[in-house]
């Protein structure tokens, strides 16, 4: 007789981990709304929500990434890049459908850039993606001496704050990026080839995975979604600021791991990643209507990062006894 697996087997295994995360995330709804009633309006939610989007477009590409076995650090650059890169282009008159396409083309190319150094340099994906982070961020800086730009364009504006009906917009394009990557992920070929990529690189290789071009794609992959972010980022703001998306990179990193997704690898889901990213902006909204301090919130959002990372190692079996 098969023996049952426990809430505690599921999640060392990683397949309880949507489940644990969704009972954190309703526990601290419950613990935030007691200290301040007015957590649970609608018209929070609906914050929560819009400031998650920005951030979850990112991350359910970083998920795939992960997943591949690799990390990428430079998606927060990228933003800022691509938000300065629309700003300007919009001041400069061209029209807002090639500034969006260009910006979004920028982002694929510092992606197409991290997957070559990757897959092809066999540089160490964390050691890549930071030394284009530093490029990129640099370059953000560079496009107008470090100074924002404002962006009055209001068809641009509406990416970010305009409504579809009683919904945001932003929430809409964060749906359809969801439903799209849980979809590649589970159910095609090139989902599996991540899975089998993340896994063992090598044993996928032999098996006739071409795993530089899936480790090239999800680079790709992230360096556009990173740009569609930084796109939505100055509608919201009504800004190109090129400090913006700064420190992103750690806190998408944070709930991808939060939510299931390894970090060696061949393990995760975006559904769970979604939740790893409301749980983190409920947590900074929660502490804000609380009063707590910016400073502090780094704190806990380090201490986050660092408790996602030693569960991800206990389920991967890191401490067991040799």
Do not use: H
């Not at 007789?1 to 969704?22: A, P």
């Not at 613990?31 to 007015?38: E, Q």
């Not at 080839?193 to 790709?220: E, F, M």
């Amino acid at each position: 007789m098969e023996k049952r697996m426990t809430l505690k087997d599921r999640i060392k295994k990683g397949g309880g981990s949507e489940i644990t995360i969704c009972i954190a995330y309703i526990a601290l709804c419950a613990i935030f709304s007691i200290l301040s009633p007015n957590f649970l309006s609608g018209k929070n939610f609906i914050n929560i929500g819009i400031y998650s989007a920005i951030m979850g477009i990112t991350a359910a590409a970083t998920t795939l990434v992960l997943i591949c076995g690799c990390i990428d650090i430079s998606v927060g650059a990228i933003m800022g890049l691509t938000g300065m890169s629309s700003a300007m282009m919009l001041k400069a008159g061209v029209p807002i459908f090639a500034t969006i396409l260009i910006a979004v083309l920028i982002g694929a190319l510092v992606g197409v850039i991290n997957g070559l150094l990757v897959s092809k340099g066999k540089i160490v994906p964390m050691i890549a993606t930071m030394a284009t982070m530093s490029i990129t961020r640099g370059i953000a800086y560079l496009t107008n001496g470090g100074i924002s730009i404002v962006v009055s364009n209001k068809q641009f504006t509406w990416l970010g704050r305009g409504y579809m009906g009683p919904v945001p917009f932003i929430l809409v394009v964060m749906a359809v990026v969801y439903v799209v990557m849980f979809y590649v992920s589970k159910y095609t070929a090139y989902g599996r080839k991540l899975y089998a990529t993340g896994s063992n690189q090598r044993a996928g290789y032999l098996a006739g995975i071409n795993t530089d071009r899936v480790i090239l794609s999800v680079y790709v992959i992230n360096g556009l979604f990173a740009g569609v972010s930084g796109i939505l980022m100055a509608a919201q703001s009504g800004a190109g600021l090129p400090t913006a998306g700064d420190g992103y990179e750690m806190t998408i990193i944070s709930a991808c791991v939060l939510g299931g997704t390894s970090i060696n690898g061949g393990k995760g889901n975006v559904w769970g990643t979604l939740v790893g990213v409301l749980l983190l902006t409920s947590i900074s909204n929660g502490l804000t209507m609380l009063g707590i301090s910016s400073f502090w919130q780094q704190i806990i959002k380090g201490a986050i990062l660092l408790a996602a990372v030693l569960i991800d190692a206990w389920r991967g079996g890191s401490y067991k006894k040799v």
